[in-house]
């Protein structure tokens, strides 16, 4: 073989290695930045307090006949509470004009805070309609909620902050962590709305 072949057999070599690389790494990047997860939740026995201060008994209101997509969060979050807002008001925009055949919880993990008069507000910032509420209530209860989902304060600074969906009578979740975009939300919620259906 003459040099030239040689060279660009090498060259072809190499531009093919580094497309499999960016490839594989793509694949690793996707995985990385989002996971999907099925899980097991044992609801704590605990009542919480909506944005209109009506006491919300968690463990009948999650064992709802619509699908639920619950989410973590706090109204001084600056990080990642405000974006996540935005994607459940997206979403909820694409269930109009009926926003309330599903369940879309924002709870507070800052009780002393966000008291049901702040959420109140922070929903109507955010043209929250029915079928969104925003829930408080005690430390005590907030921790155990927490707890329950596996879910700590500092995931709200960290893209680890979950989103929760599930389907009407399903005793397991879908966890959603990492960059969650508004589309894949919405896919998400697509699956368990079908699988109810």
């Known amino acids: 073989m003459n040099p030239k072949t040689m060279r660009t057999l090498r060259l072809l070599l190499i531009c093919g290695m580094t497309s499999l690389a960016i490839v ?46 619950l989410q973590f969060i706090y109204t001084g979050c600056t990080t990642v509470c405000p974006i996540m807002i935005v994607k459940f008001a997206n979403l909820q925009r694409r269930l109009e004009p009926d926003t309330t055949q ?54 709200m600074s960290t893209m680890d902050s979950p989103v929760l969906l599930k389907a009407p009578g399903a005793h397991q979740w879908i966890r959603l962590t990492g960059q969650i975009d508004s589309n894949r939300l919405w896919k998400t919620y697509q699956q368990i709305k079908t699988r109810h259906e």
């Open 24 to 69: 594989l790494a793509g694949i690793y990047l996707q995985n990385w930045l989002h996971k999907k997860q099925i899980e097991a939740y044992q609801i704590p026995d605990v009542v919480l307090y909506n944005q209109d201060n009506q006491p919300v008994p968690l463990v009948d209101y999650l064992a709802s006949d619509k699908p639920i997509v």
């Open 102 to 155: 599903a369940k879309l919880v924002s709870i507070s993990i800052d009780p002393e805070n966000d008291t049901p008069a702040v959420l109140g507000s922070y929903k109507k910032n955010f043209d929250g309609k029915p079928g969104w509420d925003f829930l408080t209530g005690t430390h005590a209860d907030i921790s155990a909620v927490m707890a329950a989902f596996r879910t700590q304060p500092t995931d």
